[in-house]
């Protein structure tokens, strides 16, 4: 039989293992033991076994690899304990503005994940670190990266409330946080002391960069510093640029009013493309039909783009700046398509256009497979659940249960915590918040945590009297004395 991809092959180095078989046994948490064991059926004859001797036999423990218990990780862990705690009792609360405090925590579970990325970045640029070690940290980096992307996007989507549903202006803020180097060479030409700023090789690469993430005026103010700045077509082109109406929630401007100006605007910038009044300038005509929505020019471009959903933005900024949320999967699909990688998507693509489709079980199902071990689709189901978007698909899914999903994932988590000797504490916390099997998953699980102090036995007890579980706590004090 083929073997499954997904699944993980240990060697076993042991050659009496080899010769006679192995059998396994659960031990306590999360781990296996593996030892020497000859299978024998009923019919044989009892008695000892042809591989029994009176040399020693090694016994092998396996675990799963858990990430969390990485020093710098565990900080994540620490520190998401509490937020999590937070949106509890906020809920119990039930204050009047539970959506913001909500959307507050959100927030706050994203600057611990950038924190985390922070802390591990710092950590592979020490000298002291091995080879081997910085690998292992950069695809922790890896692994984070992509859990604040995925967050962040489903925070604007699912918790945040969007006035009229015009989805743009946050997708801009969400892909320039995350390709944030346009931003920074900008920063760095325009602040150089040379002159004629068009001679160095990152000067139409970083306008055309910023021009993909909206960033109008950063454009003008590059262009500026153009040594033909003064001339008619700089002149006009910056003429395009600062007359160009972009759509402002702050502004509060019907949409009907923007979208009158925006016709207009569209009209005047076709018939001056028409008329060839750029063709002298290759960059500045590519520019003008870009933010026209020309296909040609935007196809020639989408090779500076990192990811589709960069192209995507950009994309509608110039050609659908008041989308709605209910209409970003099918534009996601069209930028795929565009950029020609429907057939090489990685994980956090399919994840993030699941998201764009308001696909929230395929989201779900998705980061499960991520391999953090359980804290992302944990916090985030408890958060989605906890902002009703879970619930809302009871009415739409036959036998489906949001808070028997919400506490499985956090069943899960909390059993994974205990299994380490200083995060047992914070897993307790999350089991609590599982009403269903919550308790009885403690009341076994206790008795199975490990000791090596006295300080430890007590810390143990208090836990399972706070709890009422006194029979277990009296169990692991005659334990520890015996």
Not at 132 to 150: A, M, Q
């Amino acid at each position: 039989m083929d073997q499954n991809p997904e699944e993980k092959v240990f060697l076993i180095p042991n050659e009496l293992c080899r010769r006679a078989g192995i059998g396994a046994s659960w031990r306590p948490l999360n781990k296996i033991a593996i030892f020497p064991y000859e299978k024998r059926s009923h019919r044989q004859k009892d008695g000892p076994s042809n591989f029994a001797s009176d040399q020693p036999s090694s016994l092998f423990h396996i675990r799963n690899e858990v990430i969390l218990f990485h020093p710098i990780l565990r900080k994540l862990v620490n520190e998401s304990n509490g937020t999590f705690l937070a949106l509890q009792a906020a809920v119990a609360s039930k204050p009047s503005n539970l959506r913001a405090e909500i959307l507050n925590i959100s927030r706050q579970y994203r600057s611990i994940i950038r924190a985390c990325l922070e802390n591990l970045q710092d950590e592979v640029s020490k000298s002291h670190v091995t080879s081997e070690e910085k690998d292992e940290l950069r695809s922790y980096i890896t692994i984070f990266y992509s859990v604040e992307c995925i967050w962040h996007l489903c925070e604007i989507l699912f918790i945040d409330a969007i006035p009229g549903n015009v989805v743009l202006p946050f997708m801009l803020d969400w892909v320039r946080f995350h390709f944030p180097k346009h931003e920074r060479n900008a920063a760095l030409l325009l602040s150089s002391d040379s002159g004629a700023l068009e001679l160095q090789d990152e000067f139409w690469p970083t306008i055309y960069g910023n021009l993909l993430q909206g960033r109008i005026k950063v454009v003008r103010a590059l262009l500026k510093q153009h040594s033909a700045a003064g001339t008619p077509i700089f002149q006009l082109a910056d003429h395009v640029l600062k007359t160009m109406p972009i759509y402002s929630i702050i502004h509060n401007v019907p949409l009907s009013e923007f979208s009158l100006q925006w016709r207009h605007w569209s009209i005047d910038l076709q018939q001056k493309i028409d008329s060839k009044q750029f063709v002298s300038n290759y960059n500045l005509n590519l520019l003008m039909r870009l933010m026209l929505g020309e296909d040609e020019a935007w196809a020639e471009i989408q090779v500076r783009c990192e990811a589709w959903y960069e192209f995507l933005a950009g994309w509608l900024f110039y050609t659908e700046p008041t989308v709605k949320t209910f209409e970003l999967g099918q534009f996601a699909k069209h930028s795929i398509m565009k950029m020609r990688v429907k057939h090489q998507m990685k994980h956090l693509d399919r994840v993030l256009l699941a998201a764009m489709e308001f696909d929230i079980f395929e989201v779900i199902r998705e980061i499960q497979e991520m391999t953090e071990n359980g804290w992302f689709v944990t916090h985030l189901t408890d958060i989605l659940s906890h902002s009703g978007r879970l619930s809302s698909l009871e009415k739409e899914v036959e036998g489906f249960s949001a808070e028997k999903l919400r506490e499985s994932f956090i069943l899960d988590y909390g059993t994974t915590l205990i299994g380490h000797k200083s995060l047992w504490q914070a897993g307790l916390t999350y089991l609590d918040h599982c009403p269903n099997d919550g308790l009885p998953a403690i009341e076994l699980l206790l008795p199975r945590i490990s000791f090596d102090s006295e300080a430890k036995v007590h810390k143990l007890v208090r836990e399972a009297n706070a709890r009422g579980l006194k029979s277990v706590g009296n169990k692991r004090i005659l334990s520890y004395e015996y």
